[in-house]
């Protein structure tokens, strides 16, 4: 029976992950995989990247690096994501992943000229996400949790737009029947946002955010952590 791969393009923060884990981890949990139903590729460490038609799915990790500053790994796991998506295979981008699948297909992305979108936000869908086979299932409106500084500006052609944010039209589209990209974090609980929250407290304060505000803010996603599931339904695991 054939894997799914999470391609690994960054960790989360250090604090975080010794005492929480990685994405990768909370990626597994959240699609109630068992261990030997998932693959990892990190290909910051130039990890090759197996043929995608023996796949079942693919779901792409959020990173600190930028989409924009197209480093030599990004723009070869940008061809292979379109390779994958030609072939067929469900493929999924959570936040870097989102973007880098955006780039992949001749979107642009860059920095987000509202600013730095961090927290537990409320997420508003498009009435094309009704019919859509990942995020048809979600309310009109819920929650999500979101850390990022760039964003897709501009979805590639025949992208079509799912769900956006105040502080980001375009937090969810989907690239045909069979892949999406969200910039939230399903993968992410209560406990991990906080952290993300607690850590950047003084870079926040200097870009004018109120860390205070957007802890109380902080909430359970369950709806959002529900992708993940639905993901791997999608993906036959």
């Not at 607690?198 to 955010?209: K, P, Q």
Request: aromatic letters at 4%; proline letters at 5%; a neutral charge.
């Amino acid at each position: 029976m054939s894997r799914v791969l999470v391609v690994k393009t960054g960790s989360t923060l250090a604090g975080i992950r010794a005492r929480r884990g990685d994405y990768e981890s909370w990626i597994a949990r959240g699609m109630g995989l068992a261990a030997d139903r998932i693959g990892v590729v990190d290909v910051r460490e130039g990890a090759a990247l197996p043929d995608p038609r023996a796949l079942a799915g693919v779901v792409v990790t959020g990173s600190s690096a930028m989409v924009s500053a197209r480093e030599p790994w990004s723009e070869r796991t940008a061809a292979w994501l379109a390779d994958a998506i030609g072939a067929g295979t469900p493929v999924l981008g959570i936040c870097y992943g989102h973007q880098l699948l955006a780039h992949a297909l001749g979107g642009r992305v860059g920095r987000n000229p509202r600013g730095r979108e961090i927290g537990t936000v409320r997420l508003r869908l498009a009435p094309e996400a009704r019919r859509d086979a990942l995020l048809g299932d979600l309310p009109e409106a819920t929650h999500a949790h979101t850390t990022h500084v760039e964003s897709v500006l501009e979805l590639p052609p025949g992208g079509t737009r799912l769900a956006e944010s105040d502080a980001d039209p375009n937090q969810a589209f989907a690239a045909g029947p069979r892949a999406w990209g969200v910039q939230f974090h399903p993968e992410f609980d209560a406990d991990v946002m906080r952290g993300y929250l607690e850590s950047r407290r003084d870079l926040l304060r200097d870009e004018g955010l109120d860390a205070d505000r957007l802890l109380a803010l902080v909430r359970e996603t369950p709806e959002a952590g529900s992708l993940l599931r639905r993901f791997a339904a999608l993906c036959g695991a």
